[in-house]
């Protein structure tokens, strides 16, 4: 039997009615020349890795996101594994952008992580399956608790000391992921890199989970040391992938283009 006749094409649908692409919910991180970069800031719920080398600015930056936040009205939470709560509050308390009303009404709080394994029994050098599990679970049952919503952990690259694996690196930065997007709380995760690596985690499989990575390294012009920002990665919005050379200012952290061409020496 032959086909019947192809009636007339259907008019495209005018412009009013098609149906408008999705806007994700923007977390402004507070730092103006990183917002301007990322479109007015990161897509809410993602999950970021924070790479550099020692000195780069790492956790002054997230730092400052999670007081930016705490501002806002936002409760914002700092996992410590490497360095004491009571010293980072202290170091802190140099930036003129630090509020310390924030951290005693609860805005922004501090747990040291060492601590918490002590208290949930994580003995092992080696996490085992059941540690992890017991991790994750405390990390979700803080943030839902207390309503978090910006989330640093630092570093990632010390708590990866204790799950060693990759396939279980992967698997516990999958499940941390999907966790803290569904609760709505947007997290900076530290990664702790070499000047010369030439990746942005520990283990390699860190970066390709994660939702953006923005990486920060030292370089040297005309006798002085510079700090470099650049975002490497951004799911969910379009970027700049331009790189920044940054201040770390009592008022914050400021942004500047980084004129010289190409990838600057001991980046």
């Not at 690596?197 to 953006?212: F, K, L, N, Q, W």
């Not at 923005?214 to 370089?219: D, E, F, M």
């Not at 992938?241 to 001991?266: C, D, F, N, S, W």
Request: glycine share 10%.
């Amino acid at each position: 039997m032959d086909a019947p006749a192809a009636g007339p094409a259907e008019p495209a649908a005018p412009r009013a009615l098609m149906a408008p692409a999705t806007v994700l919910a923007r977390c402004a991180t507070g730092i103006g020349g990183l917002d301007d970069v990322l479109g007015g800031g990161l897509p809410r719920g993602n999950m970021i890795l924070v790479a550099g080398s020692v000195g780069t600015g790492k956790t002054t930056l997230c730092l400052e996101f999670l007081v930016r936040g705490a501002e806002r009205g936002e409760r914002s939470l700092f996992l410590s594994v490497t360095e004491a709560s009571q010293k980072l509050i202290q170091n802190l308390s140099t930036f003129e952008f630090f509020r310390p009303d924030l951290v005693s009404d609860g805005s922004l709080v501090f747990v040291d992580l060492p601590a918490l394994y002590d208290k949930l029994g994580l003995e092992h050098e080696e996490m085992t399956s059941d540690e992890i599990d017991i991790l994750i679970r405390t990390i979700r049952d803080l943030v839902q608790t207390l309503g978090v919503k910006r989330l640093v952990l630092d570093s990632l690259t010390s708590v990866c000391y204790r799950i060693r694996r990759d396939e279980a690196i992967r698997d516990f930065m999958l499940r941390l992921g999907q966790t803290l997007n569904q609760l709505g709380c947007t997290s900076l995760l530290v990664s702790e890199i070499g000047p010369t690596e030439g990746r942005y985690s520990m283990h390699g499989v860190e970066e390709a989970i994660v939702d953006g990575v923005v990486l920060l390294w030292n370089t040297r012009r005309q006798g002085d040391i510079l700090r470099v920002l650049q975002v490497v990665k951004m799911r969910g919005t379009s970027h700049s992938r331009a790189q920044y050379v940054i201040e770390l200012t009592p008022i914050g952290l400021l942004m500047a283009p980084h004129l010289k061409g190409g990838r600057p020496e001991g980046a």
